[in-house]
């Protein structure tokens, strides 16, 4: 188990209210998808921080936006993201796209989804790191191959991938060999999207390994987005729940899965099959909504089975019904008032 | 069934009418050429009539195109010409393009020994040297060789090279899951390339029936200005072919030339035009995000 | 429905073997996707059966040569006791898919996005004579009402209108329409998240009383939770076969015990430590003499390498290892191997 960090707590990264829409035009018709519609967290420095969600709640919009690739049809309406560099705030979204780009890769760095892919395959990986380096870190540039081979070694990756193209490599190795791409200008913040979907259910076990082990290695913050509840489990200290561009619950890791208030994470968990058990298993029904027209008030009540005539007309408030654990639920709180603040 | 395809292309001609300006601009040419061309069921002059008019007169309110050496109306020629180059072609691309169609789906699709023949045929087809092989045949039997058999001449000359790019886009289509479910629902070969390929083909397949349109516009001309084809009918080529005969162009009466030649342009530069943009309506693509579009709003 | 015909098995596959050779430049490369499978499922019981394996397992390529897609190199499949291994003729081809039908893995792929989605349905009726045109809805709501659906809900409406789920179910409704035998399901759930795949593989338990499953995945607690049998694959052969509550419960092959341990339980109280050493490649493992577990096996041998492992009955299931070799009978071999006679729970 990763031990959550210390106090005092610094926070790495802090998003606040934010909204971000994406606004197309097809064949006369206008659609606006609301994909992240008021989210707003703090990721604490060296935890690791899960976002948990199904298909279509916002999360990749979410990362583009932590990542300042804010390009149309993509467009920020509201909100804000800061982050801690060298004890300043910076807020990502006022920097120019040159100064993104700088505090991309040493600051913050981006595991993209279906990795694998995602290397040149008509260079070795050597080539592959020495081009990477040299745009990233040209002070390296001297002396890449000592510093890929000494951080390779760190993790217990085979050198000998170096010499090899990619489609020399197994699936797995693939995807950790663009892990360690990622992560090898120490960057404060890994920010890892899906990292073992598609993967082999050993392979998983590899990836996961090796995440924690740079961030144990380089005292980096990770945030993990998936749907694997499994993934997040294993590896964070603190989980998100997203649902259709809101958040639903966010608690530590083991108060999410023993003590889960809001019906959407209580479905999410007890939906899931474990292995030594065969009793049955109850899925939500529905699906989530479209984006583009989301259902009014509470956003999960044509899927809950609790749904109150509040929740088909107010948003309910994000609160935090216990230290570090906030639930939107008009069932946990009750709308006529109750001892919880409103959290924003 | 006719019925629904009459009022599906009527929707979509709407609808490109309304969203496309190169389709506006295209179709207004054709259309225009189009009723030339239907005028010339109501001209005063047949076909092959001469000396219904005074010779070599230049463009006038009498006469708007003017009038040939042979003593005929440039404009009723020129409706004429039209028409018969229109038939032509048509037939050309509807047999080159159905039997390439069929050939390379087929090829594609059954793959194996089958392929492996119909491909061997089709090469044996592509190496043929057309233009050498059509003056041949035009020389060899000149009397009896019309505007039917030139466009079906044509179209059976013209298949090979669809048929090889039908078939690797059909070789793509078959390895997606949609075909093999289609498979275990019971359909046959022949179904699932008309129902589950052909919409997929659609798009190259108005490009090139375009490109063997214009294709059989220009073997016409080149072999009626050799003179080969039927000099008895006025096509654009063989009015070209008159009015070189006559030395038009040395005698300064572009008239006669510029007709046809004005008229195979518009023909060319219409026919692209609306290709384009059907095409790019009807690519799959398109359409997908178009329902997206619509089934969200 | 009580079947009038009379046949020792319904599915048996026999050494069931798929090659795959290429050529670089000058040198042949040999894969063996497939290795002398064997495999039975019985006439007298449905019972889903899963396939579990990696990438690279050969899991897909045996499910492909059940459904017909893909022939063997060698070795014989049975299907109601008539040889199906290399099926000539439309007549007998729509014998075959009309009991022996597929749930592929994309359910966007599944369908042609340019097709209303009910075209499909409707096919399947028509071609296999299920019912009459005028009749055809019957078959079709019934179909559609066993996976949850209506047709008033699907009619009209193209694939990219649904969503994976629903899709997915309307898949499974389609493979229903001919009342199959056999379904062979492709990883059905595995594109789908994860909050919606316990609907669907319910579903494939309650069609256990009319059809046999066999349910390939890599989800080995999908796994777990449906069938009655599993068979675990690792570079073309049939690891560990059995009852899934043994075999998962407690795996004997070191394969199997591999994968059990690596399986992410969501549960923060169960994390297990154990690291797990990974491969660089795949290709060594599938041209090695003897075991092709052999370079990962914690307690592999000197035999491992230079002898294949044997298949070897153990406590109710077979398993493919020189660990256990000594602990054979033939009557074990034989209970091993055969399906269940009554359903587990």
Not at chain 1, 225 to 237: E, I, K, P
Not at chain 2, 23 to 42: D, E, P, Q, Y
Not at chain 3, 169 to 192: G, N, Q, W
Not at chain 3, 208 to 223: E, G, M
Request: proline share 6%; with cysteine.
């Amino acid at each position: 188990m990763i031990a959550p960090p210390a106090t005092p707590v610094t926070n790495v990264a802090e998003v606040r209210d934010l909204r971000a829409y994406y606004v197309t035009e097809t064949s006369n018709v206008q659609r606006t998808v609301r994909a992240v519609d008021g989210i707003s967290l703090q990721i604490q420095e060296g935890e690791v921080y899960g976002i948990a969600g199904e298909s279509g709640c916002g999360k990749s919009t979410l990362l583009k936006v932590l990542l300042g690739m804010v390009t149309p049809p993509l467009s920020i309406v509201g909100g804000s993201v800061h982050y801690r560099v060298d004890d300043r705030d910076v807020d990502i979204l006022a920097l120019s796209e040159s100064e993104r780009r700088a505090m991309r890769w040493s600051v913050v760095s981006y595991i993209p989804q279906g990795s694998m892919h995602v290397l040149n395959p008509v260079r070795k990986i050597r080539d592959t790191f020495r081009d990477f380096i040299a745009a990233h870190k040209p002070s390296w540039v001297r002396q890449t191959d000592e510093h890929v081979r000494g951080y390779l070694n760190d993790l217990g990756l085979p050198e000998r991938v170096l010499g090899a193209y990619p489609h020399h490599l197994s699936g797995g190795m693939r995807q950790r060999v663009t892990i360690a791409l990622a992560t090898i200008l120490s960057p404060r913040l890994i920010l890892a999207d899906e990292p073992t979907t598609a993967l082999d259910v050993v392979v998983q076990r590899g990836v996961i390994q090796l995440l924690e082990d740079i961030r144990a290695r380089t005292r980096s913050t990770l945030v993990l987005v998936t749907h694997d509840m499994g993934v997040h489990a294993n590896l964070a200290n603190r989980v998100l729940v997203l649902y259709a561009g809101q958040v639903m619950e966010e608690a530590d890791t083991l108060t999410l899965f023993e003590q889960p208030l809001h019906p959407y994470t209580q479905y999410l968990i007890n939906s899931l099959p474990k292995l030594d058990e065969r009793a049955e298993r109850v899925s939500i029904p529905g699906r989530p909504p479209a984006l583009d027209h989301a259902p009014s008030g509470c956003r999960f009540h044509p899927r809950c089975p609790y749904a109150m005539e509040v929740c088909k007309t107010v948003v309910p408030p994000l609160m935090e019904v216990r230290p570090g654990h906030r639930v939107a639920c008009h069932l946990v709180n009750p709308p006529n008032g109750s001892a919880a603040h409103a959290v924003g | 069934m006719a019925i629904k395809f009459a009022s599906a292309s009527l929707g979509v001609t709407r609808d490109l009418l309304r969203s496309s300006p190169a389709f506006r601009t295209g179709g207004v040419i054709l259309a225009i050429l189009l009723v030339l061309g239907a005028l010339s069921f109501v001209a005063p002059y047949g076909q092959g009539d001469r000396r219904v008019v005074p010779v070599d007169r230049p463009p006038s309110l009498q006469y708007i195109f003017g009038t040939t050496s042979l003593g005929q109306d440039v404009f009723w020629l020129t409706t004429y010409a039209i028409r018969n180059s229109l038939v032509i072609a048509g037939l050309a691309v509807i047999i080159s393009r159905s039997i390439g169609v069929l050939m390379g789906s087929f090829a594609g699709y059954l793959g194996g020994g089958l392929d492996r023949t119909l491909s061997g045929f089709t090469d044996t087809f592509i190496v043929i040297p057309r233009l050498p092989l059509l003056i041949l045949i035009s020389f060899m039997i000149r009397g009896a060789l019309n505007i039917v058999w030139l466009g079906v001449l044509l179209g059976l000359l013209d298949w090979a090279w669809p048929s090889k790019r039908y078939r690797s886009q059909v070789l793509t289509l078959r390895e997606e899951e949609f075909t093999k479910t289609a498979t275990f629902a019971g359909m046959g070969t022949l179904k699932i390339i008309l129902r589950e390929h052909l919409p997929f083909l659609i798009p190259f397949l108005l490009a090139d029936a375009v490109s063997g349109f214009l294709y059989a516009i220009g073997m016409e001309v080149t072999l009626s200005v050799l003179g080969l084809s039927d000099l008895g009918s006025p096509t654009i080529g063989t009015m070209i072919y008159w009015a070189g005969y006559y030395q038009a162009l040395l005698a300064r009466r572009f008239w006669w030339l510029g007709a046809p030649i004005i008229t195979s342009v518009l023909l060319v530069v219409s026919m692209y035009l609306i290709s384009i943009s059907l095409g790019r309506y009807l690519d799959p693509r398109t359409r997908l995000k178009a329902m997206a579009a619509r089934s969200a709003a | 429905m009580p079947s009038a015909e009379t046949f020792k098995a319904l599915l048996r596959v026999q050494d069931l073997t798929r090659e795959f050779v290429s050529r670089r430049g000058l040198s042949t490369r040999h894969l063996v996707a497939v290795d002398r499978a064997n495999l039975t499922i019985s006439a007298d019981q449905h019972e889903i059966l899963t396939i579990a394996g990696e990438s690279g397992s050969g899991k897909t390529t045996l499910a492909r040569m059940m459904l017909g897609l893909v022939e063997p190199t060698s070795g014989h499949m049975l299907f109601k006791d008539r040889d199906v291994s290399h099926i000539t003729g439309g007549a007998n081809r729509k014998w075959f898919r009309r009991q022996v039908q597929p749930v592929f893995q994309d359910p966007f792929a599944t369908f042609n996005p340019l097709r209303r989605i009910e075209s499909y349905l409707y096919e399947t009726v028509g071609n296999y004579g299920v019912a009459p045109r005028k009749t055809a809805d019957e078959p079709i709501e019934r179909a559609l009402n066993a996976v949850g659906l209506s047709l008033r809900e699907v009619k009209g409406r193209y694939p990219s209108e649904l969503s994976g789920g629903q899709l997915q179910r309307v898949s499974i409704a389609r493979a229903l329409i001919t009342d199959p035998s056999l379904l062979v399901a492709d990883e059905p759930v595995s594109m789908l998240d994860a909050s919606l795949r316990m609907s669907v593989v319910n579903l494939f338990r309650e069609l256990k009383a009319r059809q046999s499953v066999i349910y390939i995945t890599h989800d080995l607690a999908t796994a777990y939770y449906a069938s009655d049998r599993v068979a675990i694959m690792l570079r073309g052969w049939i690891v560990e076969l059995g009852p899934v509550q043994k075999v998962l419960g407690e795996p004997k092959h070191p394969y199997t015990q591999l994968l059990k341990t690596s399986v992410l339980e969501p549960d923060p109280r169960q994390k297990s430590t154990e690291r797990v050493s990974l491969a660089t490649s795949d290709e060594g493992s599938f041209v090695r003499v003897g075991c092709r577990f052999a370079d990962r096996c914690p307690h592999v041998m000197d035999i491992c390498r230079t002898v294949e492992p044997p298949d070897v009955p153990v406590d109710g299931r077979l398993v493919k290892c020189h660990l256990y070799e000594s602990q054979s009978s033939t009557e074990e071999a034989a209970e091993a191997a055969a399906p269940l006679v009554a359903s587990a729970t």
